[in-house]
């Protein structure tokens, strides 16, 4: 866009990037991409105290019982639609995970999405992430749909605020509408409704790493029966390997807080730094055979912040690092186990290259399925949970400002 930008790359880079004495994120988001992937001034653009409490807010969603409750109505949602697709000649997974993703988030976050509006809602935060890389259509298109978004959810929160619509507390309408920010101030409704469509708007997201997967299991099919072995969690390997292998965000951007000097290199205050994910993610420092797909790597994975970060690095809660992790991983292996046992489906010839000069990316074709029957198995039951206090574990924290009703 113009600017000198500092470009990093690998691990030790990574845990530079992620020091928050070092860089800010206030003025490095290109409008552009507010407009459309995360709003304006959004939580990806705040930095010390009101991000960490905007943070915590976001944080308190990701427990066990919260986690645990999505992938219950996920796994409604898939049943669902198996029977569906049994009646139609062509299924486009992508287009139908959104859909899926999308119904079970606004449920879980207790967003009323009326059965007229389904598509078109799954449509638009698709839209918001897929505009924020676009240049012209693609572009005004994510900024319809976030301001469609935004205007929807403003009726929430004034709904919500007035006693208009009961929502349960500790659910994502009901944090957001009454969080509190270090001011003691409730958020604006303006605010209120960015940050709830962006509790929303990554669960929809999770579809490309669901269509990746569904790609994997495609082109690499003797991993099936390793899916299916009981004695070991495999599904966990392999979501991380689609993770790792596939492309999703290709960097991140910082402003240096103030000069420094790294390695000889000098960062000027106002700089602004690109960490770049995808490489770093298959760095050949830290990944043996990068350009391999191979789950069994993450056996001997030391779950480092810095070396594996297809959704940010550094601390979930003081740091910029994606605070729906957790619900990525365990929809994706829903999702997979859904797709190895839960149906059986034909893939007939399509386009299934993915093109890395777009962002985001996706396979061509959405993966298309043909043929599908359902088998009554597969993950629809609910996935264990990580325990409290676990590494994985997201236990509901709380900002000393989070209204608790």
């Not at 990574?14 to 994120?25: D, G, H, I, S």
């Not at 219950?72 to 949602?77: D, G």
């Not at 958020?187 to 509790?199: G, K």
């Amino acid at each position: 866009m113009g600017l000198k930008a500092i470009c990093l790359h690998g691990a030790e880079a990574a845990e530079l990037f992620y020091n928050p004495r070092l860089f800010v994120r206030k003025g490095a988001v290109p409008r552009r991409v507010q407009t459309t992937l995360m709003g304006i001034d959004a939580i990806q653009t705040r930095d010390n105290g009101e991000h960490r409490c905007r943070k915590e807010m976001f944080m308190s969603l990701m427990g066990p019982e919260s986690r645990e409750r999505l992938m219950s109505l996920l796994a409604e949602q898939w049943q669902r639609y198996a029977h569906r697709w049994e009646q139609q000649d062509r299924v486009v997974l992508f287009r139908e995970a959104q859909e899926i993703l999308c119904r079970a988030a606004c449920a879980w976050a207790e967003v009323p999405l009326p059965e007229p509006e389904v598509s078109k809602r799954a449509r638009d935060f698709g839209a918001m992430v897929d505009g924020f890389g676009g240049v012209g259509p693609r572009h005004w298109r994510g900024k319809q749909a976030r301001r469609r978004g935004e205007k929807w959810m403003r009726g929430i929160i004034r709904a919500i605020r007035k006693g208009a619509l009961p929502v349960q507390e500790g659910t994502a309408a009901h944090t957001v509408a009454w969080h509190r920010e270090p001011n003691g101030e409730l958020l604006d409704v303006q605010m209120a409704a960015i940050e709830l469509v962006n509790a929303i708007r990554p669960i929809v997201a999770i579809a490309t790493y669901i269509t990746f997967a569904a790609l994997a299991l495609h082109e690499y099919p003797p991993y099936r029966q390793l899916l299916r072995n009981p004695a070991e969690d495999y599904p966990e390997l392999f979501v991380q390997e689609v993770r790792r292998y596939f492309p999703f965000t290709p960097f991140v951007g910082a402003l240096v807080r103030e000069d420094f000097s790294w390695h000889g290199f000098e960062f000027a205050k106002g700089t602004l730094v690109l960490l770049d994910v995808y490489g770093t993610n298959r760095d050949e420092r830290w990944w043996q055979d990068p350009e391999v797909f191979w789950p069994e790597r993450f056996r001997q994975w030391q779950r480092s912040p810095y070396d594996f970060i297809p959704q940010g690095g550094g601390e979930f809660l003081t740091g910029h690092r994606c605070a729906g992790e957790w619900i990525t991983i365990e929809a994706l292996k829903q999702a997979v186990a859904f797709l190895n046992d839960g149906i059986r489906y034909d893939v007939p010839a399509q386009d299934l290259t993915y093109d890395l000069t777009r962002m985001p990316t996706l396979p061509a074709s959405g993966f298309v399925m043909t043929n599908v029957r359902a088998t009554g198995k597969g993950a629809l039951a609910v996935l264990p949970m990580p325990a409290a206090g676990s590494r994985q574990s997201a236990a509901a924290m709380s900002c000393p400002f989070h209204h608790k009703g």
